[in-house]
């Protein structure tokens, strides 16, 4: 009989489950808890672009789009991207519409990574960004930031990391899941160090529109930047589309033309529905974006001040949703805080090793949720603190 | 201020901590600008939203079109305000289109309006026809959905 051989492949056994798997289980059978571990708006998808998705199927538009997506999606996306952030793209030939911002990073890694090429990716971070560049045949460089430095990447650390072999860089700001965000200086030194490196850059903005102090700075608003920049941006955050599965890649042509070739071989093309219900979202949407943005800000410092109060220093999160506090004042580990909280009061968060050894100490708490709901929670939150000593 | 008129317009009884809280500023400053709002009648006054048949009392909503042939010289105002003196009136509008004035009745029973429209609206002086049609059932009133529906569910923890 012929020796049985593995049925997984070692790449993929050899990948961690998520942190936040075991997590999910263990609230999940808590269905009365408060979670403040979800990594997704509260808020549903806009009437108005909801409406656009059910007359696309009333119309009949159940077909295949181009690889790349419809026209009038991309031309939107590309007066988006320049009325936004400054940055212009030619819908033709330098934006593909992807299957979330997921997807985009998985085939922007996939793209450009040769066997064994190194990716520098900072961490605390997105869960699947190591697994996209492992399963990419790539290396992941994992570089902790710090909250010393508002958990914003520095150059110096990224310089020790590197070696000859690292073709690319892989960040995020506004992060997930620390609310960090990136100012312009600190992202034209990012640029420079991979310029200097002739490193590509791939930019998951997905949380750009959810900044909520100053104006978002995208890692492709400069010259040098944008030649090498692989800018990644999606609807489920800003327009709470997060089911509709629908993000999109910016970036010079030679490498978007690459992408939308892998992208038609794994996907074909993004959902027609979802394709033709963002063109509403970013047609007639601004003032919905607004309102939510408007409401996460005082969630946001809502959640900071509590915090504090307790006892769990927290630097300020500029971006996304989520508040990053530090832990270590209890004496617990985050693994050990989070589950204790969720036993012993019944309120969810996420341990921040579940997105990084440098999480360790940090729990995530995210503010995607109703303001009474927060406050209910702080409250258990604070009990939890001072019973176990802060 | 427009935040804070928002916030207000949401819940009318958010403390003043809770406004400063919410909007980054101090408690001081929350209240005097909520004091200088109500001095300037900017926030004219506060009121609660009331499901009445969930209460199970009975609140007839209605409109009532009213056409009308105005006073030479005075206008419409005239008429207004004679008809919005009616404690039985809950908002008056002057419309364009096929008919003059839209009033909105709310409260007591259908036997009210009736008569309210029977005895005191119809026969006013300019009056010359009403057309009053009831609310059956309310879905939204004021920005709030009034009928209960099920809350879209997301996962408990998701990365």
């Known amino acids: 009989m012929a020796k049985t051989r593995p049925r997984v492949a070692r790449r993929v056994q050899t990948l961690r489950p998520s942190g936040i798997r075991r997590f999910f289980e263990l609230v999940e059978r808590m269905p009365e808890a408060i979670s403040l571990g979800i990594g997704e708006p509260d808020f549903i998808t806009p009437w108005r672009v909801r409406e656009a998705g059910i007359y696309s199927l009333e119309r009949g538009h159940t077909h295949y789009t181009p690889n790349r997506g419809i026209g009038p999606l991309l031309q939107e996306i590309a007066q988006y991207l320049d009325r936004r952030f400054g940055v212009s793209y030619d819908p033709d030939t330098e934006l593909v519409v992807t299957v979330g911002g997921s997807e985009a990073i998985d085939v922007a890694l996939r793209t450009v990574l040769e066997p064994n090429d190194g990716v520098l990716i900072p961490q ?50 506004p992060s997930n899941p620390t609310g960090a965000v990136m100012p312009r200086a600190g992202m034209e030194a990012l640029v420079e160090f991979a310029a200097d490196r002739d490193m590509l850059i791939i930019s998951d903005e997905i949380y750009a529109e959810l900044t909520y102090d100053g104006a978002h700075c995208s890692a492709a608003a400069t010259p040098v930047g944008r030649q090498r920049t692989i800018l990644v941006g999606g609807f489920s955050k800003a327009w709470a589309m997060t089911g ?82 530090s832990v270590s004042a209890t004496g617990l580990t985050s693994e050990q805080f989070a589950e204790r909280l969720l036993e012993e009061e019944k309120v969810a968060v996420v341990p921040g090793t579940a997105f990084g050894p440098s999480g360790e100490g940090f729990v995530r708490c995210s503010y995607a949720t109703s303001m009474p709901l927060i406050e209910e929670a702080m409250l258990r939150m604070a009990g939890f603190v001072s019973r176990v000593g802060g | 201020m427009e935040e804070i008129l928002q916030l207000l317009s949401e819940d009318a009884r958010l403390t003043d901590a809770q406004i400063a809280e919410r909007t980054g500023i101090s408690e001081a400053e929350a209240k005097d600008a909520v004091a200088k709002l109500e001095k300037d009648k900017v926030i004219r006054r506060y009121k609660t939203v009331i499901d009445w048949e969930r209460a199970g009392i009975e609140h007839v909503f209605g409109f009532i079109e009213v056409r009308c042939a105005p006073e030479r010289g005075v206008g419409f105002d005239a008429v207004a305000e004679r008809i919005m003196e009616f404690p039985e009136v809950h908002s008056l509008y002057l419309m364009s289109g096929a008919y003059d004035f839209l009033v909105v009745i709310q409260g007591g029973n259908m036997r009210d309006v009736a008569y309210f429209v029977a005895e005191k609206l119809a026969p006013l002086d300019h009056v010359v026809g009403t057309a009053t049609h009831f609310v059956l059932r309310r879905y939204k009133v004021d920005g709030d959905v009034m009928v209960e529906r099920a809350q879209a569910k997301r996962l408990p923890v998701t990365p």
């Open chain 1, 124 to 173: 605390p971070c997105f869960v699947s960004y190591v697994p996209c560049a492992v399963l990419a045949g790539g290396r992941a460089l994992q570089v902790s930031t710090s909250v010393e430095h508002d958990f914003q990447v520095q150059v110096d650390d990224l310089a020790e990391a590197y070696d000859e072999g690292t073709r690319a860089l892989l960040i995020s700001y």
């Open chain 1, 244 to 325: 509709w599965r629908l993000g999109f890649a910016a970036g010079p042509a030679d490498i978007i033309e690459a992408m939308v070739k892998v992208h038609s071989y794994a996907v074909m093309c993004s959902p027609t529905t979802a394709q033709e219900a963002a063109i509403e979202a970013l047609r007639g949407c601004d003032e919905e974006i607004d309102q939510m943005r408007r409401e996460y800000n005082q969630r946001r410092r809502v959640m900071l001040n509590r915090l504090n109060e307790m006892g769990l220093s927290c630097f300020e999160p500029k971006g996304a949703f989520y508040a990053f506090p």
